[in-house]
């Protein structure tokens, strides 16, 4: 499971939700095991690509899906990080503790996705591949972005604002 989960991201979420029943599976479960591979038997020559000719700058995606675990209301944060044309980076984890807002968890969400391209910018700098230009990270709530570029912290954002320094470190 854990190498379905590196090497197909289009999976990482099924594996990922089929796996917190290891302990004790039921009929459900092993029927979902075996729709993913069979899933997996029509998709085999699907998967990650890497180009050699590819413009080696750096830039995120962030998104997440607010409340989206039924059971306890938690939201589920997913971003990838892509090295030119090539995907170097994903994660799709759910979120330590439930948010009040989507706002609250975009912004949760665009935290992870910087501390995650400010460690592949001192990896790749490391293997001499130096990012000139800043790392744009693309993120669809207009209220996040609103709060990332906003020096002031107001009462509705004091609880995230430990996230709110991060990024606006790295901004």
Not at 92 to 116: G, L, P
Request: contains cysteine; proline residues 2%; glycine residues 4%.
């Amino acid at each position: 499971m854990t190498y379905l989960m590196i090497t197909r991201p289009d999976l990482a979420h099924v594996v990922y939700k089929v796996s917190q029943f290891m302990s004790a599976p039921r009929s459900t479960h092993y029927a979902a095991v075996l729709r993913i591979i069979r899933y997996l038997r029509g998709t085999l020559y699907r998967g990650l690509f890497f180009s050699i000719n590819s413009d080696y700058t750096l830039y995120a995606y962030s998104d997440v899906e607010w409340a989206g675990d039924v059971n306890d209301r938690k939201s589920i944060t997913g971003y990838s990080v892509f090295f030119g044309s090539s995907l170097i980076s994903w994660k799709s984890k759910k979120q330590v503790i439930a948010s009040r807002s989507s706002v609250e968890s975009e912004y949760r969400a665009h935290v992870d996705t910087t501390c995650e391209v400010v460690w592949l910018r001192r990896l790749l700098a490391d293997f001499g591949y130096q990012q000139p230009h800043s790392t744009p990270i693309h993120c669809d709530s207009k209220a996040a972005i609103q709060i990332a570029h906003n020096d002031v912290l107001y009462e509705r954002t004091k609880h995230i604002e430990l996230d709110c320094h991060i990024t606006r470190h790295h901004y």
